[in-house]
């Protein structure tokens, strides 16, 4: 059993109940939550009388019921009878307590008459009104009053006390006890009646939507209150209005609680100083009031410097203000001040690296403040990430490359931006991180220069990037010389780049913009990723969005207009053909080559959406669209893809992208980069031009994992740092290497064959020689390039030992 006594019992129910009207006024969003656990569906607004059946079942919103019918009862009684004695005390105007006290009486009878139920509403309403006519007939004077004013408070009890809610409910019943009491007469009346009227009526409505609440909360104010004059004369009744709409206007606004707040947060920030902002946190207005109208100073500076010696307190304050709060806005701002802090205080590359982690906590999409800026400065700090894992020196000071260009860019942008406080303060930040990389990349060019290893310069896998690569692409003056003509060519066709996988038509594309002339604008679009869409909606918006990138990217920048967002989730391609023709007239003279890379992807998205509109959309543009010119990029030729194909390809011009020739070959071998001594001897350059036939993959493959070789000897004290060359043997001994690391360009040009193809290759490695009824094979696998035209021998030998070591594992 309970040792609490009765009196304890009391008490924590009254506690309960000061609590909950606390909340009710102060803690909306908490008092939200904690009606849902009481019950799901429960709102501040409803009558739990309303939910009546279930009390049995669930004890929590029978107590919560009791405890509004408490409030609707005696809070009134509490609230005006000190109100009108101060009121007396301080106007000298007279106060009719009888009226008063008999709307009280009438107010605490009703919800005993009928607590939510609405049995007895009628009967209740009919008897308060024909004891409001008996009192006119029949009585005056005090009796009169009491008579009305208990009438009018039953009546006004049973109808709204607790339909409306505690809220509405408590503040009709003090407004209209306090109105009664003074007669709704003089200023001082009206403004009371306002204030009463304007807190609860901005509670109430704020409770769902805190603009809606105060707009139509001052509106409602003013307008009664003028309404109110007016009926009252023309005299000083005029007055009456305008203070029973001014003093509603400031109740919704809750002056009456800010300006306590205001001195209460300038008084927290000035004795908070030298580093003690992180003790204030938890007594910030917000903490109390959770609806606070108009803003207050200092917050999201305090919690910017709290962060500093106390990040968690500063991130609970900050989670607290979004999901308990209305100062959102707070909260967004005090994100955005710590971003910028964070970004301005990093003094070393490992600061840099680390920003990723130290901002993962802000919420995605990030505030309207950081939303474009902080995910570019997070990718060049993932950029910077990537530099440092880099298998060499050398290697980490060229990809720094990348986040300097970055950086740059940014920081041009930022100077042309119209928010002056974004300009300074990321720009400062942009600035800093610059000397900081500009710094580092110094230091690691030094120390690649000092280091007894060869630079290790070769790039195999992924495609050429300019910015990184610089002088690596080589070859390829026929494709360039080629594309440029039919480009300027005045009907100019649509151009077919193809090629096998890896021969270099990806970075081709992305060096095309340095090879050609400026007035053809090459803007590349990767299929691959925006096949991925499986809405007509998502590929205009993934080819928007590319092509505006490409853009940003180029050597000689053009800027293109934003494509409209509504237009393309409307009608995806016709908004897009307009934004191309947009971009025509905004660039007069130019001619965009527009390079869609891995064209065949396009196939996926017709099947995946059952459309044909990109397509459709590819013959418009090549129809009517004369300044733009296509260029697909792929390894299929046009006779390889379905037969709808060919109804909107037509007049195209195919260019194939093939291995390099010797000279290239052995430039790339030799020179990858400028001022690269040389580490091979001519037996090992001829070597790998005869073990790779020129594929450029395959040739920056064997030339990394030589230098790779050598370097070990380097590190082992096998070979001489400044005589170390290698040599046919060194090659021949990195074979094996060369294969296991290239398995995948080597499985996937296995995979990608017939298996009539792979038995003629079986049949050729050992030793068969090929028929007649082989020659259909032999013609196809030599447009593959992995047949020689006499069908007897592989074209590169490397493909040779691959499928070799893969037939002896079967």
């Not at 609680?257 to 917000?286: A, D, M």
């Not at 959770?290 to 999201?300: G, H, N, Y």
Request: hydrophobic content about 45%; charged content about 20%; glycine content about 8%.
């Amino acid at each position: 059993m309970s040792n609490r006594s009765p009196a304890s019992g009391f008490w924590n129910y009254v506690a309960e109940c000061v609590r909950l009207l606390y909340w009710i006024y102060f803690k909306p969003f908490t008092f939200k939550g904690w009606l849902r656990d009481i019950h799901p569906e429960l709102k501040p607004r409803d009558n739990p009388f309303d939910k009546r059946a279930e009390f049995r079942t669930n004890p929590h919103l029978r107590r919560y019921a009791g405890q509004v019918w408490w409030l609707i009862a005696v809070v009134p009684m509490v609230a005006v009878l000190p109100i009108a004695s101060v009121y007396t005390l301080v106007s000298g105007e007279s106060f009719n307590w009888f009226k008063s006290c008999g709307f009280l009486v009438g107010w605490f009878i009703s919800p005993v008459l009928d607590p939510g139920s609405n049995k007895n509403r009628i009967v209740i309403l009919l008897v308060s009104a024909f004891s409001v006519f008996l009192a006119v007939l029949f009585l005056s004077g005090m009796a009169f009053d009491v008579v009305l004013g208990m009438a009018l408070g039953v009546a006004v009890g049973v109808e709204s006390g607790l339909a409306l809610g505690v809220a509405v409910g408590l503040a009709l019943c003090v407004s209209v006890g306090v109105g009664l009491g003074l007669g709704v007469l003089g200023v001082g009346g009206g403004v009371a009646l306002g204030v009463t009227l304007g807190v609860t009526l901005g509670v109430a409505l704020s409770m769902t939507e805190v603009a809606l609440g105060v707009l139509v909360g001052a509106v409602a104010a003013l307008a009664f209150g003028t309404a109110l004059g007016g009926l009252g004369g023309m005299g000083g009744e005029v007055a009456l209005g305008v203070a029973v709409g001014i003093a509603g206007i400031f109740g919704v606004l809750r002056i009456y609680f800010w300006l306590p707040e205001l001195l209460w947060i300038l008084t927290l920030f000035l004795l908070s100083r030298n580093g003690k902002r992180v003790n204030c946190l938890r007594y910030l207005p917000p903490r109390f009031d959770e609806l606070i109208i108009l803003p207050l100073p200092f917050m999201d500076v305090m919690i910017v410097e709290a962060y500093r010696k106390n990040p968690d307190v500063a991130r609970e304050t900050i989670n607290y203000l979004i999901t308990s709060t209305n100062q959102q806005k707070v909260a967004a701002q005090a994100i955005s001040g710590i971003a910028v802090d964070i970004l301005n205080r990093c003094q070393r590359l490992s600061d840099i690296v680390e920003i990723a982690n130290q901002l993962a906590w802000i919420p995605s999409p990030p505030p309207k403040e950081l939303g474009v800026v902080l995910p570019q400065f997070l990718e060049i700090s993932q950029d910077i990430r990537a530099s440092e894992e880099a298998t060499s020196l050398y290697r980490q000071y060229e990809l720094l490359n990348i986040p300097i260009n970055a950086l740059r860019q940014l920081g041009q942008s930022l100077a042309l931006t119209k928010d002056a406080r974004v300009a300074v303060s990321f720009g400062n930040a942009a600035q800093g991180w610059l000397t900081i990389l500009e710094t580092a990349q110094r230091i690691l060019e030094e120390q690649a220069q000092q280091s007894q290893e060869i630079r290790q310069v070769y790039i195999a896998g992924n495609s050429l990037d300019p910015e990184t690569a610089k002088n690596r692409f080589k070859g390829r003056i026929d494709i360039f010389r080629e594309i440029e003509t039919f480009a300027l060519s005045e009907q100019p066709p649509v151009l077919l780049l193809y090629g096998g996988r890896r021969t270099g038509k990806t970075s081709a594309l992305k060096y095309l913009p340095y090879r050609i002339q400026a007035n053809i604008v090459p803007l590349l679009v990767d299929l691959q990723g925006a096949a991925s869409a499986t809405t007509l909606k998502g590929l205009a918006e993934n080819l928007a969005q590319q092509i505006t990138e490409a853009a940003r990217r180029l050597p000689r920048r053009v800027y293109l207009p934003n494509p409209d967002a509504n237009k393309l989730a409307e009608d995806p391609f016709p908004a897009l053909q307009t934004w191309l023709t947009e971009i025509e007239r905004n660039n007069s003279g130019k001619q965009f080559l527009l390079c869609l890379d891995e064209y065949e992807r396009l196939g996926e998205v017709v099947k995946a959406t059952s459309s044909r509109a990109p397509l459709n959309f590819i013959r418009n543009l090549v129809q009517h669209q004369r300044k733009w010119i296509l260029l697909f990029s792929g390894s299929q030729e046009l006779s390889e893809l379905d037969d709808y194909w060919s109804d909107y390809l037509i007049n195209t011009r195919a260019l194939r992208m093939t291995y390099l020739h010797e000279l290239e070959a052995r430039d790339l071998i030799q020179q990858p980069v400028e001022n690269f001594r040389n580490i091979y001897e001519p037996t090992a350059v001829d070597e790998i031009i005869q073990v790779t036939r020129c594929q450029p993959y395959l040739v920056q493959l064997v030339c990394y994992e030589v230098v790779e070789l050598l370097n070990r000897d380097i590190r082992r004290n096998r070979r001489e740092a400044d005589t170390a060359k290698a040599t046919a043997q060194d090659v021949k001994e990195v074979i094996p290497v060369v294969l296991e690391r290239g398995d995948q360009y080597f499985r996937e040009l296995w995979k990608s064959l017939t298996d009539s193809d792979r038995s003629l290759l079986r049949r050729i490695i050992h030793g068969e020689t090929p028929t007649q009824q082989d020659k259909g094979v032999i013609r196809k696998l030599t447009r593959k390039e992995i047949l020689t035209s006499e069908g007897n021998a592989f074209q590169v030998p490397l493909v040779q030992k691959y499928i070799e070591q893969l037939l002896e594992e079967e």
